[in-house]
């Protein structure tokens, strides 16, 4: 049939297209490092080597990143689009080892986030990388969530403070930049965070996401995000089926943020609620 | 704190083959020590990404903040990968899901094929070089006219080219489903490429 042999041509076509421009790639690429380079990375104790090795406390007050030269760093700058120096590998593996001990060997985004802290196979190199790279964060591995109620904390909508270099103070993620580009970078981390909290709660893991929550605020205590971590918390306290601690900062919320382009997502969370 | 970074080169050349590829690497699999390589992953996999991207909607000008959000996702989740499954329908779940977001922010609502007319490619691959911008804006507008779940559907089963059970599996949705939905989804598709010509034909 004519028009089957058209669809299947455009499909074909379709298939093969190529990719956009190199600026275009290497732009991202950079985004995506930056973006690594100061999401706070947990240390739960699963991310430890395996042998004993006691955890160091952690710091007062966070070290600034320790200055490292990535491997991939000339390649980068092969690119033209790096500047600097990127601290990307050490993150990226610090997840991964702590990730693969929970994998269940099924299909994609459904890690839990906040893994128990039973972990004996996670290569040390790895984590050592890990644990030089970041500033040095220890979240108990947060099964648990204590009930977080906090208190709204009435941030500018998300669009707003991200057009306007505000002057929420970044906590410990970006406290060895400055300004604008702090600021920003900072935004990238609140977003990373907040999309494994979706990505958690997508994967049915409320714990997960609660735990993502509390990193959240923990690291941000006046995040520009914080709305939208309300919202998610509300989502996730219902999915976890504590009904009347969602239905209570749900109404905090509504309160809050009357306006909110988020409250349809929090109405549903609400009606789910057996 | 001591620390000994350990150079990855070596490891990462069979990790990649074994990312890429999908074949199981016996000796040592990439999933048990964490070691998949993600910047090889981010060049081997950015097309696929953005592409996978644009066809579940997002639009030209934020291909490369969902791409970002993707990949960091990717990276959040790499310890997950199974070495042993193939990498394309992992990834597309973390496109599917970015996508997914992204089209639940009201903001993107109105006007998800305003630039459909503006893909930005670097140029048509070889092969699509007989086909014009136009007739590639075609699949985009008549992927538009689908139904999410059917597109996403359609552009794991038609254009990723992965099998329907496989598909159902990845989207959690039973096989039967996933064949009639597929069903409905290619009739759509089909209809929408036929109005879709018509009316270019009537604009002539």
């Known amino acids: 049939m004519k028009k089957d042999a058209k669809v299947a041509a455009l499909l074909r076509v379709e298939r093969v297209r190529s990719g956009p421009d190199g600026a275009a790639r290497a732009r991202v690429l950079a985004k995506v490092q930056k973006t690594l380079a100061i999401v706070p990375i947990p240390l739960s104790p699963a991310h430890l080597p395996a042998a004993p090795v006691p955890v160091a406390p952690p710091p007062a007050a966070p070290l600034p990143p320790v200055p490292m030269v990535h491997p991939l760093g000339a390649w980068v700058s092969g690119l033209g689009s790096a500047g600097k120096a990127v601290v990307l590998v050490a993150s990226l593996a610090a997840v991964g080892a702590g990730a693969v001990v929970t994998r269940g060997g099924t299909s994609p985004p459904t890690a839990p986030r906040a893994e128990p802290p039973v972990v004996t196979t996670a290569a040390p190199q790895l984590t050592r990388r890990g644990l030089a790279a970041r500033p040095l964060e220890v979240t108990p591995a947060p099964e648990r969530p204590p009930v977080p109620m906090s208190p709204p904390r009435a941030p500018a909508p998300p669009a707003a403070s991200r057009a306007s270099p505000s002057s929420e103070a970044p906590s410990t993620a970006s406290s060895a930049t400055g300004g604008a580009a702090a600021h920003t970078e900072t935004l990238a981390a609140e977003r990373a965070l907040l999309d494994g909290v979706r990505g958690s709660l997508r994967a049915r893991d409320p714990a997960g996401a609660l735990a993502g929550l509390d990193r959240y605020a923990a690291t941000f205590p006046s995040g520009a995000l914080a709305e939208e971590a309300e919202a998610l918390r509300v989502e996730s306290l219902a999915a976890a089926g504590r009904g009347d601690d969602a239905r209570s900062l749900g109404a905090r919320f509504r309160s809050a943020h009357p306006s909110s382009l988020l409250q349809p997502a929090v109405d549903d969370a609400l009606r789910s609620i057996p | 704190v001591t620390v000994s970074f350990r150079q990855t080169q070596a490891g990462a050349v069979g990790h990649a083959a074994a990312v890429d590829r999908s074949s199981p690497v016996p000796s040592s699999p990439a999933g048990v020590d964490g070691e998949v390589d993600f910047t090889e992953l981010f060049q081997d996999h950015f097309d696929y990404v953005w592409h996978t991207l644009r ?69 048509p691959a070889p092969e699509a070089q007989a086909i014009s911008r136009q007739e590639l804006d075609l699949v985009a507008r008549a992927l538009d006219a689908l139904d999410f779940d059917r597109r996403t559907l359609f552009v794991l089963h038609e254009i990723d080219g992965v099998s329907v059970p496989a598909a159902a599996e990845l989207l959690r949705i039973p096989v039967n489903t996933a064949y009639s939905r597929l069903r409905l989804a290619r009739a759509d598709f089909s209809a929408a490429v036929r109005r879709l010509e018509a009316r270019k034909r009537g604009a002539r």
């Open chain 2, 55 to 123: 066809r579940l909607g997002v639009r030209e000008r934020d291909l490369e903040d969902s791409t970002h959000d993707v990949f960091i996702s990717v990276h959040r989740h790499l310890g997950d990968f199974d070495p042993e499954r193939p990498v394309r329908p992992w990834l597309f779940a973390f496109a599917l899901r970015t996508a997914a977001d992204y089209r639940r922010l009201a903001r993107h609502r109105v006007d998800l094929v305003e630039d459909v007319g503006m893909l930005a490619d670097a140029g």
